[in-house]
């Protein structure tokens, strides 16, 4: 009797030692997540500052325009909503086949009230951020792991690291935060398809049952119109990835291994019977695009009736140029960071379900769908597109650089029992230790991390630059000349307008100002026919 109370005394101490340990991990991840917290808060504060200064311009006006004159007229919420499915038509029609642009760019905040647009660099950091957000929780810290052993405290450092450097060196501030028509279809778009391709793996490979699941598949229904029928590189990106999918999955995810076999028919069955409806109303989405009666008009108007391309050549282009953007985005900045969330994602692979088979497979995998971002862009027009084109293919090589490092450390874990003796002790040793020295590992990586920038990239990163047009005025007195015009243009009693031009230039928010007669006029046209002016002429008036 006395040896088994010494037993049972001995379990009860040792689980109260072992809840012990999990409650210290449990404060150390809670600081370092709240570190990261700050970190990401201070990097978008200076952004977010500078939209009380925004102001609408081009295709703002263009696609805004009835809506606005709808609301001048006195018509509330469902006049616009109407009046956003007629500007679609039109479009569809007359012009060009993404249908979700033209209703995403026919609701900017600018109708509403100029001072409205102050909103937009909100949404679309709030969009990029809680998209990649949301897809690293549900995939990194549930999703893919062991029932009951959840990667709580993992996923969020992993994600707010990549965050913050997609956030600082965005290829173009304006085109990716400030310009509502350029930024809302393809930054804030990226953020719905990270979103969506999380529900797409939740319902494929997760057990939702029940009202949940119906909750999540319509979601993703919405999700798949929204992103399929937008732009091209995120729309067929998306698909491509769903579709791939079917055949890879079962592959990279299946736990068929252990049969010796290579393919799970049950991941594959699961995936299909629960996801089949998302590929097909994507793939329909981006065909109904791609089939538009106005992508003829556009290219006659644009490009003289015809690409300037060929198929395959726009996709061995695509996968050159690919691969050149990937060589010259990584750097120091970018290992650095890759060694800040490493240990994160050692940490949570251990709690994984799945076997990571194949990683060189894995990388080509990713490296297609990443370079079929820019197909479509080549075959038309033989370019790669805009600032927000490029804006949003690094945000998809962080977000595939970080997949590919969790997928290459999987594999490195699964296969610790093949390393050599003195490998495997170091690494058995390597959990205890990282879990021991994490807070002050990431005090000196992220302090390392942040010299860099500091001392090589301080006038280039996004933030820095926002708070220099704050610090220098220029903000502030482009938007009181802006209200300067306003005043005019709200005047009905004048209906030809001239302006002088701009006195400053904030490079990091203002995307393209009135022109003189030399000029891009056509904004100036829009910017008359959304206003109700005859004309609107920038005069040079010298003393």
Excluded at 395 to 407: A, E, F, P, Q, R
Excluded at 418 to 431: D, H, I, K, Q, T
């Amino acid at each position: 009797m006395k040896m088994l109370w010494m037993k049972k005394t001995g379990m009860k101490n040792e689980g109260i030692k072992n809840q012990g340990i999990k409650n210290k991990e449990g404060r150390q991840y809670l600081l370092i997540n709240i570190c990261f917290v700050l970190a990401l808060c201070i990097v978008a504060a200076p952004l977010l500052i500078l939209s009380a200064y925004n102001f609408p311009s081009a295709d703002d006006w263009s696609y805004g325009r009835d809506a606005y004159k709808a609301l001048q007229a006195g018509g509330g919420v469902g006049t616009v909503l109407r009046i956003s499915f007629e500007t679609v038509a039109r479009y569809y029609v007359g012009w060009e086949g993404r249908f979700m642009n033209a209703f995403f760019a026919s609701l900017q905040p600018g109708i509403w009230g100029e001072e409205y647009y102050a909103v937009v660099a909100w949404l679309m950091l709030g969009g990029l951020i809680l998209g990649e957000l949301f897809l690293f929780h549900e995939l990194f810290g549930r999703l893919l792991c062991r029932e009951g052993r959840e990667n709580r405290g993992l996923w969020f450092p992993v994600a707010a690291a990549t965050l913050i450097l997609q956030i600082l060196y965005t290829p173009s501030a304006v085109e990716s935060f400030y310009w509502y028509t350029g930024a809302v279809n393809y930054t804030f778009v990226f953020g719905l398809s990270m979103i969506l391709t999380a529900l797409f793996l939740k319902l494929g490979l997760g057990n939702t049952k029940g009202w949940k699941y119906g909750l999540t598949a319509a979601a993703a229904c919405v999700l798949s119109v929204a992103v399929g029928g937008d732009n091209y590189s995120t729309s067929l990106s998306t698909f491509l990835f769903m579709l791939c999918s079917y055949a890879l999955l079962p592959v990279f995810c299946g736990q068929a291994a252990a049969s010796g076999k290579w393919f799970d028919r049950a991941v594959f069955g699961r995936l299909l019977r629960r996801t089949w409806y998302l590929v097909v109303l994507t793939g329909g989405s981006l065909l109904a695009c791609i089939l538009a009666p106005g992508n003829a008009k556009r290219l006659e108007g644009n490009f003289g009736g015809a690409t300037t391309g060929n198929a395959l050549v726009a996709v061995l282009q695509s996968l050159w140029r690919s691969f050149t953007n990937i060589w010259s985005w990584t750097d120091v900045k970018i290992l650095l960071m890759v060694l800040v969330i490493l240990p994160f994602v050692w940490l949570a692979v251990k709690n994984m379900r799945y076997e990571f088979r194949f990683p060189g497979i894995f990388t080509l995998f990713t490296f297609g769908l990443y370079a079929s971002q820019i197909t479509s862009n080549l075959y038309v027009d033989g370019t790669t597109g805009g600032g927000r084109v490029a804006a949003i293919l690094y945000y998809s090589y962080h977000v595939w650089l970080v997949g590919n490092v969790w997928y290459w450390t999987g594999w490195l874990c699964r296969r610790r029992q093949s390393w050599p003796a003195f490998l495997e002790r170091v690494f058995s040793a390597a959990g205890p230790f990282v879990r021991r020295f994490l807070i002050p590992y990431c005090a000196v990586a992220g302090i390392i991390l942040a010299g860099v920038i500091y001392t090589f990239d301080l006038k280039e990163i996004s933030s820095y630059r926002a708070y220099r047009d704050w610090r220098q005025g220029w903000a502030q007195q482009y938007a009181a000349e802006w209200r300067e015009r306003l005043e005019v243009l709200h005047d009905e009693t004048v209906t030809q307008v001239e302006f002088a031009p701009l006195s400053v230039y904030p490079e990091t928010m203002l995307y393209t100002d009135l022109q003189d007669q030399d000029g891009y006029i056509w904004v100036n046209k829009a910017c008359a026919n959304y206003y109700g002016k005859e004309y609107i002429h920038v005069v040079n008036v010298t003393e």
